[in-house]
Every structure is written in C-alpha cells, then in structure tokens.
C-alpha cells in the first residue's frame, strides 16, 4: 500500500513537472505579442512642420528604414526620434510630432525613424526586435544625420522600447551626446509580464513564468539585460523621465538606473490616474503619456537639457 502510494506521489510530481514545461516551453510561443506594423498617418496640418520621407540603412546589413527628416536652416543641433514596440514615426501615442513642432521651433532639426519592423522600413530578421538589435537602426539613422550635417551635434529620444534602445545605442555610439529615455523598457521580464497582466488578463503566478520564459528561454526583446549594459553609459548623457504609475514599464527601471548612473537626471512625473488622457488608454493607462499629461514642463526641461548637452 505504502509503495503504490509512492509511485502516485512519483507520478503526480511528474506530470506537474511536464505541465510546468509545458507552460514555461511551449506556451510563451503562443502568446500574440501587439502587432508591430501599423500605417502611418500624416503629420497633423495644424502643426505645419516641413518634412520629407528619406530612407538609409541599419548598421547591419540588408535592412533598410524609412524616417521623416524635418530639416531647420537654422539649426543648431540634430535629435533622432526612437518609437517604442508597435509605434512609427509618428509617435502619436507619445505625441511625438507635437514635441517635434517645440524642438524645431528651439531651434534643432529632427529625424524621426521607423524601427526595423515597424512603419514603412523593412522586417526585421528572425521577428528579433530587441535592444541589442534595434541599436542598429538608430546607429544608421546618426550615420545618415552625420553624413547630412557632419558639424552638427546629435541627441536622441526614445520612448519604452525605444527608451531601452537609446540607452543602450549612447553606450555603443560615442557620436550620441544627449540621450532623453521616456518610459524605457529596462526590465524586459517585467515589462512582458505586466503586458499579460494588464492587456490580456491573465493571473499574475502565470504571467510571470510565461514572461521569464519569453525573455530569458525564447530571447523576446532581444534577450538583453539593458540595465547592466547601461552601466557603461556616461550618466551626465542620460535624462530619464517616467510616469510614477506606469502600468507596462515601472518606474523601479529608471530608478534603479539613476542607482546605477548617479549623474543621471531623472523627472518622475505624477500619477494622474483619473486624467482623461491616462483613462482612455484602458490597461495601458499612462505608459509614455508624460509629455502629453504635462507637455510645457516636459518641453522646458526636455530643451534646456539638449541645449546644455548639445552645445558642448
């Protein structure tokens, strides 16, 4: 009696074991991850902001990427617009050609790039759309700024993904001399997990099994851990700016950041959670949404940041 109890005990640890292998293994495979490509619409009219589509290439080979170049005669310095996962150029969740509209009227040109992936520019290899990888792209758009405006210096902004993105470009480009990182995705596992959480409902034990398998098993977003690579970056590059009630991308990664890069300046900006622009997002509630809940602060810091970096 007491051996067939064992052997039931055996088998049962055995299929937990099998399900669990299962669910860590196999199903990260068929989670739908949000859809990269969307159209891209035109720059509002009201905004009256010159541009022109312009294409160059990624840093690695056989991709090519679409951006807007929006040109200023008088320009004194470049910045590069970085979208996170599922954007364009337009960066409209952000408000990405408002922003665009201050920093000409500062008097910087802009450069607005679609990712590998996403927009108009070419797929990505392997579906691989990671840190690690994109920091290609916005080395070829500095590239293509660079072989534009070559006297001119260049910053970057990006945004969740893009965040992470730029953070991690400015420790492989020296060229970067301002790096504004809104929302980043520092914490990949953490990310993915919160987006199973919150968008498609699933219990958090779940969600976080299934989020460490996607990034550290299936490599989704590139399999990098963006802090560590961060901490080789120049902190007095880096300004961080990051919603306290972030649902997708906590604010613990740029804290834990600023930890690490002491010279870093961080602006965490307040929840706002019943502000109409935060509630009708749904379960995306204030991610990347700082400069449209606070937009002339974020502007006025945003500028005097790249004037101070920018002119040296």
Do not use: C
Request: a positive charge; zero cysteines; hydrophobic letters at 45%.
């Amino acid at each position: 009696m007491e051996l067939f109890k064992t052997k039931n005990m055996m088998l049962g640890a055995a299929l937990i074991t099998v399900l669990y292998l299962a669910v860590i293994l196999v199903a990260p495979l068929l989670v739908p991850l949000p859809d990269t490509r969307k159209p891209v619409p035109a720059i509002p009219a009201e905004l009256n902001i010159t541009h022109e589509r312009v294409t160059f290439g990624s840093t690695q080979p056989n991709i090519n990427l679409v951006a807007w170049w929006m040109p200023n005669p008088a320009a004194k310095a470049v910045v590069v617009l970085v979208h996170g996962h599922g954007g364009q150029r337009t960066m409209d969740v952000f408000g990405g050609m408002q922003l665009s509209k201050k920093m000409l009227d500062a008097g910087f040109a802009v450069l607005s790039v679609d990712l590998r992936g996403h927009g108009e520019s070419d797929a990505a290899p392997s579906n691989k759309l990671g840190p690690a990888n994109l920091v290609h792209d916005v080395m070829g758009a500095i590239d293509w700024v660079k072989h534009k405006h070559p006297d001119l210096a260049v910053g970057v902004i990006g945004a969740s993904l893009g965040g992470a993105t730029v953070v991690m470009a400015g420790v492989k480009d020296q060229r970067i001399k301002a790096i504004l990182a809104v929302a980043p995705a520092l914490e990949p596992a953490l990310s993915i997990e919160n987006y199973l959480v919150h968008v498609m409902s699933l219990p958090t034990f779940v969600a976080r099994h299934l989020a460490w398998s996607m990034v550290s098993v299936h490599g989704q977003l590139g399999g990098t851990d963006p802090l560590k690579a961060a901490a080789q970056l120049d902190g007095k590059k880096l300004f961080l700016i990051h919603n306290e009630a972030d649902p997708v991308n906590p604010v613990s990664g740029s804290r834990r950041l600023k930890a690490i890069l002491p010279e870093a300046q961080i602006w965490v900006t307040p929840a706002a959670l019943n502000n109409p622009i935060v509630l009708e997002r749904g379960p995306w509630g204030s991610h990347v949404r700082s400069y449209l809940l606070h937009p002339k602060e974020f502007a006025e810091k945003t500028i005097s940041f790249f004037n101070e970096r920018l002119s040296k």
